[in-house]
């Protein structure tokens, strides 16, 4: 059958490129009217853009699925996969829903949030974890991924049904949080992101599964559509709606693409970055300290609370010389997730 080779990737991957273009540029004005926006305290006279950025991705991603599961269902048989499809996209619109309502959450007077005065509110911390418990749903409800897996040093292990039931929500969970700690500079969280999803792409086609092969590759449309309405000077803000959902359809990949492992190691610099807030209880901003000459030097002097920081204490960097390195950093995990896959250590 024709729509299980891999070419059959292409054509979701063009059509959720294609959307996600469009509903950027629509979300671009219609966010501006509406008053969903922030401040781009990186730039001088910061000024205010559009946020929210995240639905036109959510929408791209979700559309570019269907297109494959349209084509699987009526053109041929369907496939087995069909209800993780659904589920995937389930998750992640649910998600992106609750990060919608983070962006939302624009006041009329300036508000402190992590040690700073902006419109933006969002929600409160501890709702954070629990709302987004939601994007799990679908995927335990179709029992997703196997429940043996291949953990280095330890080898496989059976979890059973702990691994839907437990495993599962709490990857969701911790990813899509996570992966909304690490941003603040323009192009740096589409950027990381972006890298994530084509080294999954590249680990589906060579290791993993066809279901992997087809989510990677949609994801991957979808965020390098919106990279170039945020890399510097971003046009569009992502918002929480865009972390969140990016951050469970890549956990997304790694469980129904048999990638935990391999996933693990391309998401350390999350991991990290969970760890390092931590520290500081979550009070803290990824954000530096603008200097006359467009370079940043880091918020708490030499002590790190994010990459940013240690990028910015390595030498005084300009905005997008900091998402460059951190998209360094990520390259450097996935040179180091293939190397051990390469070596059979994952």
Same mark, same amino acid.
């Given at each position: 059958m024709?729509y $299980?080779s891999? *070419?059959?990737v292409?054509?979701?991957a063009?059509?959720?490129?294609i #959307?996600t273009?469009?509903?950027?540029?629509?979300v671009q004005?219609?966010?501006?009217?509406a008053?969903?926006?922030?401040?781009? $305290?990186?730039?001088?006279?910061?000024p205010?853009l559009?946020s929210g950025?995240g639905v036109? &991705?959510a929408?791209g991603?979700?559309?570019?699925m269907?297109t494959y599961i349209?084509?699987?269902s009526?053109?041929y048989e369907p496939?087995?996969?069909l209800?993780y499809?659904f %589920?995937?996209?389930?998750?992640?619109?649910? #998600?992106?829903?609750?990060g919608f +309502?983070?962006?939302?959450n624009?006041k009329?007077?300036?508000v402190?949030?992590?040690?700073?005065m902006?419109?933006?509110?969002g929600?409160?911390?501890w709702?954070?974890?629990?709302?987004? *418990?939601?994007?799990?749903i679908p *995927?335990?409800a179709?029992?997703a991924?196997?429940?043996?897996v291949?953990?280095p040093?330890?080898?496989?292990?059976?979890?059973g049904l702990?691994?839907?039931?437990?495993?599962?929500?709490?990857?969701?969970?911790f %990813?899509?949080n996570?992966?909304? +700690?690490l941003?603040?500079?323009?192009g #740096?969280?589409?950027?990381?992101?972006l890298i994530a999803?084509a080294a999954?792409?590249?680990?589906?086609?060579?290791?993993?599964?066809?279901?992997?092969?087809?989510?990677?590759? &949609?994801l991957?449309a979808?965020?390098l559509?919106?990279?170039?309405?945020n890399?510097?000077? %971003?046009?569009v803000i992502p918002g929480?709606?865009?972390?969140?959902?990016?951050g469970?359809?890549?956990v997304?990949?790694? #469980?129904?693409g048999?990638?935990? %492992?391999?996933?693990?190691?391309?998401?350390m610099?999350?991991?990290i970055?969970?760890?390092?807030h931590?520290k500081?209880?979550?009070?803290?901003?990824?954000?530096?300290?603008?200097?006359?000459?467009?370079t940043?030097? !880091?918020?708490?002097?030499?002590?790190i609370?994010?990459?940013? $920081?240690?990028?910015m204490?390595?030498?005084?960097?300009t905005?997008?010389? &900091?998402? !460059?390195?951190?998209?360094?950093?990520?390259?450097?995990?996935?040179?180091?997730?293939?190397?051990?896959?390469?070596?059979?250590?994952?």
């Amino acid at each position: 059958m024709v729509y $299980h080779s891999y *070419l059959t990737v292409a054509v979701p991957a063009i059509v959720a490129f294609i #959307i996600t273009v469009v509903g950027t540029l629509f979300v671009q004005s219609y966010m501006k009217d509406a008053g969903v926006t922030a401040i781009d $305290h990186n730039k001088k006279g910061k000024p205010i853009l559009a946020s929210g950025g995240g639905v036109a &991705v959510a929408f791209g991603f979700a559309v570019g699925m269907l297109t494959y599961i349209f084509g699987s269902s009526f053109v041929y048989e369907p496939a087995s996969s069909l209800p993780y499809l659904f %589920a995937t996209v389930v998750a992640v619109f649910l #998600i992106a829903f609750v990060g919608f +309502l983070d962006d939302i959450n624009v006041k009329r007077e300036m508000v402190k949030t992590t040690g700073m005065m902006d419109t933006r509110k969002g929600l409160k911390q501890w709702q954070k974890p629990l709302l987004t *418990l939601i994007g799990a749903i679908p *995927l335990m409800a179709v029992n997703a991924g196997v429940a043996t897996v291949n953990l280095p040093l330890l080898g496989a292990i059976n979890f059973g049904l702990f691994y839907p039931l437990i495993i599962i929500p709490l990857a969701v969970i911790f %990813a899509s949080n996570a992966f909304n +700690l690490l941003g603040g500079f323009d192009g #740096i969280a589409t950027g990381t992101g972006l890298i994530a999803a084509a080294a999954l792409l590249l680990y589906s086609f060579i290791y993993g599964t066809y279901i992997g092969s087809v989510i990677s590759g &949609v994801l991957f449309a979808t965020l390098l559509a919106f990279f170039f309405f945020n890399v510097y000077p %971003a046009r569009v803000i992502p918002g929480d709606s865009y972390t969140y959902a990016v951050g469970t359809a890549l956990v997304t990949v790694m #469980i129904l693409g048999s990638a935990e %492992a391999f996933g693990v190691i391309i998401f350390m610099p999350w991991i990290i970055e969970f760890l390092l807030h931590l520290k500081k209880k979550f009070h803290t901003t990824d954000l530096g300290k603008l200097n006359k000459d467009g370079t940043f030097t !880091a918020p708490y002097g030499k002590k790190i609370s994010s990459w940013t $920081h240690l990028i910015m204490n390595s030498r005084p960097m300009t905005e997008w010389q &900091v998402s !460059a390195a951190m998209w360094c950093v990520e390259i450097g995990f996935v040179a180091l997730a293939f190397g051990m896959k390469a070596l059979r250590l994952v």
